[in-house]
């Protein structure tokens, strides 16, 4: 034994001697920076080539998907039997997870050794019968005969979480009548054969997502899972729409790289020693897994032994002998590695045992070449694997497109938790390849088999929520039946407005607009025009040209109303328009002229006239005093003589839906229909004079303005309404009123979202069960995310950023695809329902005219939904062509004026 006192005097100097011979002649294993970022840039390509549909069958490292979509979010619970066959061993675990406040998992479990003969025997008697032995004593010992999700891993292609067909074997296995065999089955039978325990198989994993769910459980911010034991492997949470193996782009789902088989194809010949093609040569599996055979336990101690061999007969150790040991295949075991490596001197005195051990005569500098050797082999291995590693990390970041990325890394593995120096050397090159992302790596302490019972448990938790979740949104979404009973009423509710009779108390008012016609294109002049829509007020100039030049030119303004003028005096309010009037005219240079007038005003107003409007309610957000039961031209009159500062030679007053539909009419004559769903939502078509029992005449038609936004006030909608429709009409400016108007229109389908989302966050199906202040705050989720949520080519990064915005900072990708699936579900129940009322109208109309087809156009404006699809299937004999008007409703009410002042209609 070489005395200590003698090593410390030596070394220094010897040591750095040896140590630089056999750097020199080991320089092809150490690997330059510039080197490792290129391999991690080849093997960012191979992850490329694995994720593609077109590539993959060729790809060396497969990318496999493996149908894990979540992390655990510490809600998870439950009891679970866990096999774990991983590289040395094979455990059989029972995993109890209590979720929530306790959040602690208590296992139970028995490691058993794997002998060579069933590494390597047949698969389907040897393997099975083995196993289900072994899983015998823990089951019946812990739980009985009871069925208890069983978790199985190992690496194959998972086809769906518990039908998993075995690609190859690596590491020391090699049975028979098992590659390209669906494991589970095979297990499922061995234990029928045996037929004293039955296990209900739930969810194969491979071990890096074992690795990764159980530091998942601790940290939830672990999205990668490593293995450097036996083998070597990694998975991570990649984006579904880069999974192309797959449908779906939405969310995420764990990929199991395997990229022990990196350079399968060739991809590190440059790199690769003739060492290295010796170990591969001397392998189970050729050409296979080469990456793997550079880094991980299988091979490590091989490749040291085969490099001491060489260096002896090159004269260059143990005066050029070798023994029987050192020559034979595997003698040269990995745990030495470890041992030989752990420090300086002790490191010296291991190598010095281990290489006596092998029969070895030997020196001092002997003993320090072979640690430099061991050192040489293992940093090399680290620096790999951290090449690698830094591809995936990158990968993460772009597809969060995060400047800085902050992560954790679930680690297991032999070489990772016995090597001395293996774990340093890793971390040290990830932070220089990466400088980037902030790492934590976080080594597992119960191997894989608390990680696959976190898998059963998340697919247990994710299936009851989603059922909870899909439960909650079934009540949101409408059957065609349904859709189909919701026309039939507005049908009913329209009868009832158009009929003296029932006129009071019907909901839907059906008020007449004495708009009797749509423009024929003779129309001419100068107008001005007013529009108070829901969300802004416009002042327009409208030069309408007749003939050949047959054209509408306009000059706008558009002003905003601020909360306090809606909501307070009917003065202050025609205070405001007016005053946007006169800074309108002044812009305009038009103060002293003295135009016809036509006033859009979106609101119900009762008209005996076109130019008189009682309103009969303020609907969206306005509020203001004095104005219902009032005539509104009288009141913008009085606030003109107010001002006196000029005059309005006031014509005509209509609704935003007439002034849309009259609009689209003068470019498409067909257009009998307006439609606004923007702040608020309501229709108005031309309806038969006879059937408009409010005013006398039955020739011609009349423009009714439906004010469907009312429709369900008195009930009609009370078995479609929602606990979520009812908390938004509880905190609505008027609660029982506009009931349809709140199913549907922008100022209350953020609303709803916001509603709902609070509800599954009070249920713990979103963000994790934390509500953010914000999220509490009335109106914060504004109906325009929920269109841009809703767009399809929207990335779930937007969404995110737009959760940010409202301060919910730690929401997950997850919590990104619900959030969309909630805008999606409202917003199409919106557009349904505003189908189901116009195929009433369209149908109406198409009666009223005895055809048996009808083809009409609808006059669109405001700022939220198309209907095409329902609308069609609730009324197959209409072709409805929609209109989207371009220069809102304003032209629409100068047209009208034209008309008027042309007197092709009468007045009243
Ligand atoms: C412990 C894990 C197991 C994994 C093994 C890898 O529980 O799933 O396969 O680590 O390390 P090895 O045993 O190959 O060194
Ligand atoms: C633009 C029209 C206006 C109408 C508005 C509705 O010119 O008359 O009231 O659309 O959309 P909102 O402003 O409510 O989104
Ligand atoms: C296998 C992987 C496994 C890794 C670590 C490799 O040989 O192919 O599926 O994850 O070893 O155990
Ligand atoms: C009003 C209607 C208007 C609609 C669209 C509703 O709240 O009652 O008069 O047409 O909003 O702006």
């Not at 306790?102 to 040897?126: C, D, F, L, T």
């Not at 997502?209 to 990649?238: F, K, R």
């Not at 302490?445 to 059922?467: E, I, P, W």
């Not at 009832?496 to 029932?502: A, E, I, P």
Request: include cysteine; proline fraction near 2%; charge should be negative.
């Amino acid at each position: 034994m070489l005395a200590s006192s003698l090593l410390a005097t030596y070394c220094t100097e010897l040591h750095d001697d040896q140590a630089h011979k056999v750097d020199k002649y080991l320089q092809c294993f150490q690997l330059s920076d510039e080197t490792l970022m290129d391999v991690s840039i080849r093997f960012r390509r191979e992850m490329d080539k694995g994720l593609c549909r077109d590539t993959n069958p060729t790809a060396a490292v497969k990318m496999l998907p493996t149908f894990v979509r979540s992390t655990p979010d510490g809600t998870e619970q439950g009891e679970f039997l866990s096999l774990d066959l991983g590289g040395a061993t094979f455990r059989v675990l029972l995993v109890k997870v209590m979720g929530n406040d306790e959040q602690k998992v208590e296992m139970e479990n028995q490691i058993y050794a794997i002998p060579e003969h069933i590494m390597r025997g047949s698969g389907s008697e040897v393997g099975s019968i083995h196993y289900t032995q072994l899983i015998c004593t823990v089951h019946n010992k812990a739980v009985g005969a009871c069925h208890l999700p069983v978790l199985y891993m190992y690496e194959f292609t998972i086809t769906q979480i518990d039908k998993i067909v075995l690609l190859s074997w690596t590491k020391g296995f090699r049975l028979s009548g098992v590659e390209g065999k669906d494991v589970v089955s095979l297990l499922r039978e061995s234990i029928k054969k045996r037929g004293d325990f039955d296990i209900d198989i739930v969810a194969v994993i491979n071990d890096t997502v074992g690795a990764m769910m159980t530091c998942g459980y601790d940290d939830h911010n672990c999205e990668i899972g490593l293995i450097v034991g036996t083998g070597t492997n990694a998975c991570y949470m990649e984006q579904m729409r880069n999974l192309e193996l797959l449908d779906g782009d939405e969310g995420r789902m764990c990929v199991n790289t395997e990229w022990g088989a990196f350079g399968d194809d060739g991809a590190l010949e440059d790199l690769r020693t003739d060492i290295d093609r010796e170990i591969d040569a001397g392998s189970l599996n050729p050409g296979k897994q080469l990456f793997e055979k550079m880094i991980s336990g299988m091979y490590m101690g091989e490749l040291v032994r085969l490099i001491l061999v060489r260096m002896a007969k090159e004269q260059l150790l143990f005066q050029g002998k070798t023994t029987a040991e050192l020559l034979t295949t595997g003698s040269f075991s990995t745990n030495y590695i470890y041992a030989i490596e752990n420090d300086k001197l002790e490191g010296l005195a291991s190598t010095e045992k281990v290489l006596r051990d092998l029969g070895l005569d030997l020196s001092l500098e002997d003993c320090i070449v072979t640690q430099r050797v061991c050192q040489i082999v293992s940093t090399r291995a680290a620096h790999l694997c951290a090449a690698t590693l830094a591809a995936v990390l990158r990968q993460i970041r772009d597809n969060k497109a995060a400047e800085k990325l902050r992560t954790t890394i679930g680690v297991d593995g032999s070489v990772y938790k016995n090597h001395p120096e293996f774990s340093r050397r890793l971390h040290k090159m990830v932070r220089r390849l990466v400088p980037d992302c902030d790492v934590r790596f976080l080594q597992s302490q119960y191997g894989s088999g608390k990680g696959a019972a976190m898998v059963t448990a998340v697919a247990y938790r994710l299936a009851t929520q989603h059922a909870e979740r899909q439960r909650i949104l079934n009540t949101l979404r409408l059957s065609r039946a349904q859709l189909l009973d919701v026309k039939e009423r507005v049908r009913k509710e329209m009868v009832r407005g158009l009929s003296k009779q029932t006129h009071e108390q019907a909901s839907v008012k059906m008020l007449p607009t004495y708009v009797r016609s749509t423009p024929d294109g003779t129309e001419h002049g100068d107008f001005l025009a007013l529009d108070l829509g829901g969300s802004s007020f416009r002042v327009l100039l409208v030069q309408v040209r007749s003939g050949k030049r047959h054209k509408v030119d306009m000059h706008q303004k558009i002003y905003s109303i601020p909360q306090e003028i809606m909501q307070g005096t009917g003065e202050e309010l025609f205070n405001h328009i007016v005053h946007c009037i006169s800074d309108f005219l002044e812009y305009m240079g038009m103060k002293g002229a003295s135009l016809p007038l036509g006033f859009t005003f979106s609101f119900p107003c009762h008209q005996n006239r076109l130019d008189q409007g009682i309103l009969l309610k303020w609907t969206k957000g306005f509020k203001a005093t004095g104005c219902e039961g009032e005539d509104v031209v009288m009141l913008l009159k009085d606030a003109v003589r107010r001002k006196q500062d000029f005059d309005l030679n006031f014509v005509a007053m209509v609704n935003d839906t007439v002034g849309t539909m009259i609009s689209c009419g003068y470019e498409d004559p067909k257009c009998e229909v307006g439609l606004i769903v923007g702040t608020g939502t309501n229709v108005c078509y031309m309806e038969d004079m006879k059937n408009i029992e409010l005013v006398e005449g039955d020739d011609g038609h009349m423009c009714v303005n439906m004010e469907w936004g009312a429709f369900g006030d008195s009930g009609e909608l009370d078995d479609f309404c929602t606990q979520f429709d009812h908390m938004v009409d509880a905190s609505s400016n008027y609660p029982g009123k506009q009931r349809y108007e709140k199913m549907i229109s922008g100022m209350y389908l953020g609303e709803i979202v916001r509603n709902v989302l609070i509800d599954f966050t009070a249920k713990g199906l979103l963000f994790r069960g934390k509500l953010s202040e914000r999220l509490k705050t009335r109106g914060i989720f504004e109906t325009k995310f929920l269109s841009q949520i809703e767009r399809d080519h929207l990335a779930m990064r937007q969404v995110r950023s737009i959760l940010q915005h409202l301060g919910l900072t730690s929401s997950t990708c997850d919590d990104s695809v619900l959030v969309k699936e909630v805008c999606t579900v409202v917003a199409r129940r919106a557009a349904q329902l505003c189908g189901a009322g116009l195929a009433a109208v369209v149908e109406k109309i198409r009666e009223n005219r005895n055809l048996n087809h009808l083809s009409v156009t609808v006059g669109v404006d405001g700022a939220v939904i198309v209907v095409q699809e329902t609308l069609q299937d609730l009324a197959p004999q209409c072709q409805v062509t929609f209109h989207k008007s371009e220069d809102g409703s304003g032209k629409g009410a100068a047209l009208i004026t034209a008309v008027t002042e042309s007197s092709r209609w009468p007045k009243k």
